[in-house]
Structure formats: C-alpha cells, structure tokens
C-alpha cells in the first residue's frame, strides 16, 4: 500500500515561498492567480497492513514527525499497489 | 557549573560552545553523543548547540528531537534541569514540545548572516538575570528557519508570564518592522518555558563571548547561569 501524504501550512500561518510564486505568476500576466500554497508532497511505502491500520499509523506518523502540527496541517489518501 | 553540550550528526557549534564554557569562563563540560541516553542529574546545565542535524531534512529539529539523548534531555528538563538551545537547539527544543510554537522559513526567503541587536526583555530568569534589564545585546544570527511563529493568543500569554527573553531590536532598542530580520511575531528572539528553567534563541551568544573580539555582549547568558551554579 501507498499513502500519498500532503503537508502544507495551516491557514493563517505566512507561507513566503507561496506568496513570492503568487506575485511571480501574476508578474507573468496569470491575473486569476489569487494565492499559492507550496507544501511538502511524500510518499510512504507500507508493508502487509490493512486499510484501518494503515488509516491509523499514518495519521500517526504525520502528527508525530511528517507535520508540525503548530504551523502545518496534513492530508493523505491510501491507495492499493497490488 | 557541569555542562553537557550534545552532539547531533551535523551540529557546527558545538565546539565553538565548549571553547567558550570551558576555554573562556572556566567550566566544566562532557560532550554528550546524540545516541546516548544517558542520567544528567549530576549536570548543571545543559546545551543544544547550533548547526544543521540530520541536514534540517523534512524541517531543522524535526529529527533530532527523536535521538535517544532527547529523551534525557526532556526527563532532566522535567526535573527542572537548565536548558538552553541556540538556533538549531533552538529548533529542537520547539520540535520536541520542550518550549511553545514553531520556526519557520524566514521571510526574506534568505539565509541570514550578521550581527544584530536583541533587547533583554526580562532579567527575572536564570539566562538573563546578569543582564541589565531593557539592555540592548548585539550578537550574530546564523539561519534560514529563524522566524518565529505562534498564534496571537499564546503570544500575549508569553508575554504575560514573562516567557519572552529578547526580541530584535535597533542599537537604540527602538522594535519596529525594519529592525526585526527574519519576521518573527512579535519581534521574537529568544524565550523561555513557564517554569523558566528551558531556554532558546536565535542568535548565537557562543559567537561573541570571547575577549579577543571586540564584541563579548553573548557572555551576559553564560555569566548569568555560572552566577547560580
């Protein structure tokens, strides 16, 4: 099994990559650009769990160590490699 | 006063630390390797120093947090151990839940090096109490994920409790927009935990403790916990 992690910062939290990508775009002409988020993409192999496990130890890795969950909030989807 | 200074695969002021402690004021210090936990109770303070751990992969701290050693550190903090992390140990200590909030990128998107100017804030703690009160200290940062973030609300809660340490400032003391380098929240550069007995800060007092350069402003932080032990 695959999970396909996203990290990127909470709202609120100032994202300056993001902003300076934004203003690059625009500067392009892509006025419809109204914001960038640039976050942390991750992909974690997992051996011989089941969906429910799998649910649970990921959320756990990210809360643990792949996000702070200070400035950082996570999503991810599991996806069958069979 | 016994020191531990811990060693982190990648930390860079390490010995810069311990040429100050040891070389400078006359202390005592053991290096402490990053996969021995081991018992600090006999330690009077201990050092998180500067430098890139495990290469700031995933964000600077996030990994060195889980070394053995921090779980002495953590356990020796708890018994009310002295602490005190300068910039990446700085990182590590917000990483592990040891002091509140996060380091983020900075906002000039830079890595900044230079000497800057810090206003004491509060003298009313063990790292700052040989500090003169609204002092202002000029010492080097060195960093990229320097600035420092926490929700307003835990900000103001810092402030009352006395947690805020040093806050970047101008050679006057003057706190303003284009005297804050790295876009902390309010002007943030250094803090302490509630029992005050767990420090961090940015700048690097290790840098500008020596009577052979001109500047010993950082020497004020070490005085201050030799003077208790």
Known sequence: MLAKIHVTFKEGVLDPQGKTVHHALNDLG????????????????????????????????????????????????????? | ?????????????????????????????HWLWHKDEVDLSSFDLIVLPGGFSYGDYLRAGAISRFSPVMNSVIRFAENGGKVLGICNGFQILLESGLLPGALMQNHTRKFICKNVYVRVETTSTPFTQKCNDKSVLEIPIAHHQGSYYIDPHSLSDLEEKG????????????????????????????????????????????RCADPLWANIDGQSIFQSLISQS
């Open chain 1, 30 to 82: 892509y006025d419809e650009v109204l914001d960038v988020h640039i976050g942390k993409y991750l992909e974690v192999k997992l051996d011989s769990v089941s969906e429910d496990e799998a649910e649970i130890r990921v959320r756990e890795m990210c809360e643990r160590l792949l996000a702070n969950t200070v400035i950082e909030s996570f999503r991810f989807k599991l996806v069958s490699t069979e």
């Open chain 2, 1 to 29: 006063m016994k020191c531990g200074i811990v060693v982190f695969p990648g930390s860079n002021c390490d010995h810069d630390c311990n040429h100050i402690l040891k070389k400078i004021l006359n202390q005592e210090t």
């Open chain 2, 163 to 206: 947690q805020i340490l040093f806050r970047y400032c101008d050679a006057k003391g003057g706190i303003s927009e284009s005297s804050n380098p790295n876009g902390s929240v309010g002007s943030v550069a250094g803090l302490c935990n509630e029992q005050k007995n767990v420090m961090g800060m940015m700048p690097h007092p290790e």
